[in-house]
């Protein structure tokens, strides 16, 4: 319907004016007004907390303290991501998702309908759905991070317009291509679709890495040798090539010593010490792989061996895990009916969930992109396979990877699918397949009223408890009193006290306590009150709430 505009007021006008220079002259322009993301009562007019539901907590009695704590949160993905702004702003290391694939069929569903292929604006509730949650779920990401989105034919270049809007199209770090289904599907009228894709961007490319690993069985296979840095081979050092040859790269060229048991190698001319040259049998002259400064720093950390070889000594360097990475992933690890569906079955029993992904597509894309030490965000965790991949992986190299996995539980999704497989994953196993340890703490979202009155403040500071300790990762209760209470991890303690007149109180409990205390203290306005505290400034970190978190939600919520 064409707009009036005869009949807007002045401030409309302006507004109307406001909206239209934001549209952009090249890029995504859908139908936002019409498509506008409804919630149920509370959540439109509430901010989001968390409700711990503590008997779906996991906790291994053989784990030591450094066992990971991974997260699980049931409840619409945008008001557990509003948490996640608070609770780990700039903290993400890898956010991998996969969203609806809003292929028509529905399995999807907005604003409380299922999106078909006859709804006219379906690309648009998509978009607008999509758009949402990749704006604040970007806060989380640290600057050296990076997100995947898997997706397929169907809305692959609206998530490629997307993701350029949000993250820059200068950010963008590649489009993998993997065969996921060989037999592809069956009712295809034209070409049978047997690939889908995986979206890469950064959120400071300038910042953000790729791993040197490498993932294909063939390659891994080259690297016998592994030592506590990892695996690697021995490479030969002199390098035969045209672009390699002593005419092309003359500082490559030298003599390295060797001894007569072969042990010792160096620059220096010794006595009984054999020279080396990079030159092959047939007296051809080439490089050895680096200039002689750059040999004498390698040289210290047993970085080359010499061998005999027919006679002749050979000089060969340590060659760490890699392979150069395609953007086509044919491997059959990557089937999602074998490691995916039938993986799935193994674990549950019964065919409970359509199309979850390979387990070795995640861990793989995990091995490239996360560190040991990495947190792992799934805000559309369906079935589960990221958490079980960042366990798998963790299992296989010795890391401590954390994941956060969010979802709501549409179809008993959460309860029925989701949990039980980690549950199952950590403690018990599946097959032949060992339980793989760790802790899960579960929540989920609830409300409190958004206006801004002290009422609304102090019930807010009561139901951030579960969102602080998240914030802290401290989830081991010491100390429950009327007024505050008190947690703990194996670095330091978390307090939250919920009224000034418990400070006296709370000094006392922890007078012999050592470590440092962050503790987050009530306030209507940002007091921490720290005259209070002056006598132990040096052993507490002051915090105000709810100021802090309502700031976050305000800037959330602000279009409501």
Not at 256 to 273: A, F, M, N, P, T
Request: glycine share 4%; aromatic share 12%.
């Amino acid at each position: 319907m064409a707009k009036n505009y005869e009949k807007y007021s002045k401030e409309e006008l302006i507004a109307e004016i406001k909206k239209l220079k934001k549209f952009k002259k090249y890029g995504l322009v859908w139908e936002e007004d019409r498509v506008k993301e409804k919630f149920e009562a509370d959540a439109e007019q509430g901010f989001p907390v968390l409700a711990a539901v503590s008997n779906k907590d996991i906790h291994q009695p053989n784990d030591d303290d450094g066992a990971p704590t991974h997260i699980m949160i049931e409840g619409d993905n945008y008001h557990a991501l509003s948490v996640l702004n608070y609770t780990h702003k700039n903290k993400i290391d890898v956010i991998y998702i996969d969203p609806p694939y809003n292929t028509g069929a529905q399995d999807w569903k907005y604003n409380n309908n299922y999106v078909d292929k006859t709804d006219s604006y379906r690309h648009s509730k998509w978009i607008s759905m999509m758009d949402n949650r990749l704006k604040i779920a970007k806060n989380l990401l640290k600057e050296d991070g990076v997100i995947i989105m898997a997706i397929d034919e169907f809305e692959i270049h609206n998530a490629r317009h997307l993701l350029d809007y949000n993250f820059g199209e200068n950010n963008k770090l590649g489009m993998v291509t993997i065969l996921h289904n060989p037999k592809g599907r069956n009712q295809s009228e034209f070409f049978s679709a047997n690939s889908e894709f995986m979206l890469l961007y950064a959120k400071n490319k300038d910042r953000a890495r790729f791993n040197s690993v490498a993932i294909d069985e063939e390659v891994l296979a080259k690297f016998s040798e592994e030592d506590e840095q990892g695996k690697f081979r021995w490479q030969e050092y002199m390098r035969v090539r045209t672009v390699w040859s002593r005419k092309n790269k003359p500082n490559n060229y030298y003599a390295i010593y060797v001894s007569k048991d072969l042990k010792k190698i160096s620059l220096e001319s010794k006595d009984g010490y054999e020279a080396v040259y990079p030159k092959t049998d047939d007296g051809r002259e080439w490089a050895w792989k680096n200039k002689s400064s750059t040999f004498v720093e390698l040289n210290k950390n047993n970085y080359f061996i010499a061998k005999k070889e027919n006679g002749k000594i050979k000089i060969y360097h340590q060659y760490r895990e890699a392979q150069v990475l395609k953007n086509v992933w044919t491997n059959k690890k990557y089937h999602s009916e074998f490691n995916g569906t039938n993986l799935l079955k193994k674990i549950l029993g019964a065919n409970v969930f359509q199309y979850p992904k390979s387990l070795y597509l995640i861990i793989d894309i995990l091995k490239i992109t996360s560190k040991d030490n990495s947190i792992i965000l799934d805000f559309f965790a369906g079935s589960g396979t990221t958490g079980h991949a960042v366990m798998a992986l963790n299992n296989e190299d010795d890391g401590n990877r954390r994941f956060i996995v969010c979802t709501n539980n549409e179809g008993n999704i959460a309860t029925d699918v989701c949990y039980p497989r980690l549950e199952k994953v950590m403690k018990t196993g599946y097959g032949d397949v060992a339980p793989l340890g760790g802790n899960l703490k579960y929540y989920k979202t609830t409300f409190v009223p958004a206006a801004s009155t002290d009422g609304n403040k102090i019930k807010l500071t009561h139901k951030a408890t579960e969102m602080l300790c998240l914030r802290e990762s401290t989830f081991e209760k010491v100390m429950d009193k009327a007024n505050f209470k008190i947690y703990k991890n194996n670095k330091y303690h978390t307090a939250i006290i919920w009224d000034e007149s418990a400070i006296e109180d709370f000094k006392e409990s922890i007078k012999n306590t050592k470590g440092k205390f962050h503790v987050y203290i009530f306030s209507l306005g940002n007091d921490v009150y720290e005259e209070e505290f002056e006598d132990i400034k040096n052993k507490v970190i002051l915090k105000p709430i709810p100021e802090a978190i309502l700031k976050i939600y305000r800037n959330i919520f602000q279009e409501r």
